[in-house]
Nanobody, 126 residues
Framework: QVQLVESGGGLVQAGGSLRLSCAAS????????MGWFRQAPGKERTFVAA????????YYADSVKGRFTISRDTAKKTVYLQMNSLKPEDTAVYYC???????????????????WGQGTQVTVSS
């Protein structure tokens, strides 16, 4: 089992940057593919990015390719989402997720499958 706690959200102007962090508890962090999702008000939760257990493979939603970068630090049991060139449409609650399946399948998981954090708000002003 793993518990996830996100941090790093906030208010930023369009064109700015933020780095989200997701700290995991438990001794099996390296066995989990990790992902970031987001949910805007009144909309469904959507996939943003995923990273494999080794960190060697990453996947991104088309809407964030070239602007967002996912990474992980196994020693710190933390996964990051560096967000650059932010747009107002990036405004959402961002959730961290963990699953022991393949990273290329992370985009399809939704609660109750997987482990999820409580979310962190990102607001991009125009």
């Amino acid at each position: 089992q793993v518990q996830l706690v996100e941090s790093g959200g906030g208010l930023v102007q369009a064109g700015g940057s933020l780095r989200l962090s997701c700290a995991a508890s438990g001794r099996t962090f390296s066995t989990y593919a990790m992902g970031w999702f987001r949910q805007a008000p009144g909309k469904e939760r959507t996939f943003v990015a995923a990273i494999s257990q080794t960190g060697g493979i990453t996947y991104y939603a088309d809407s964030v390719k070239g602007r967002f970068t996912i990474s992980r630090d196994t020693a710190k049991k933390t996964v990051y989402l560096q967000m650059n060139s932010l747009k107002p449409e990036d405004t959402a609650v961002y959730y961290c997720a963990a699953d022991q399946g393949r990273a290329d399948q992370m985009q399809f998981i939704r609660p109750p499958r997987g482990y999820w954090g409580q979310g962190t708000q990102v607001t991009v002003s125009s």
